[in-house]
């Protein structure tokens, strides 16, 4: 599987940016697909995730209502609607996948895109 994501850059506080994940290769119908973020300094962290097959979705609560992950299965692209973006959402966004019960755990998550930068200014 190969991952490929986009739609980085920067932007104001407050804000708003879609970030895109194209996949690639050998997918399957009940994968999970997930979003991630690094910071400088920090540890890698959760951030979004969508089952392929029946489109649950859960989110880090730091994000929740302002983020929006969504997946076009014709496309075989999942994308990440970020509002409201604050200077602390700031880092580089991975995206990930892996079988249907990955959730939150970035260790779950068999394979990575290669990261697009956000930066959010005040």
């Known amino acids: 599987v190969q991952l490929q994501a986009s739609g980085g850059g920067l932007v104001q506080a407050g804000g708003y940016l879609r970030l895109a994940c194209a996949a690639s290769g050998r997918t399957f119908w009940n994968d999970a697909m997930g979003w991630f973020r690094q910071a400088p300094g920090k540890e890698r962290e959760f951030v979004a995730t969508?089952?392929?097959?029946?489109?649950?979705?859960a989110y880090a609560d730091s994000v929740k209502g302002r983020f929006t992950i969504s997946g076009d299965s014709a496309k075989n692209t999942v994308y990440l609607q970020m509002n409201s973006l604050k200077p602390e959402d700031t880092a580089v966004y991975y995206c990930?996948?892996?079988?249907?019960?990955?959730?939150?755990?970035?260790?779950?998550?068999?394979?990575w895109g290669q990261g697009t930068q956000v930066t959010v200014s005040s």
């Open positions: 969508i089952r392929r097959s029946g489109g649950s979705t």
């Open positions: 990930a996948n892996g079988p249907h019960y990955s959730g939150s755990f970035a260790e779950n998550y068999n394979y």
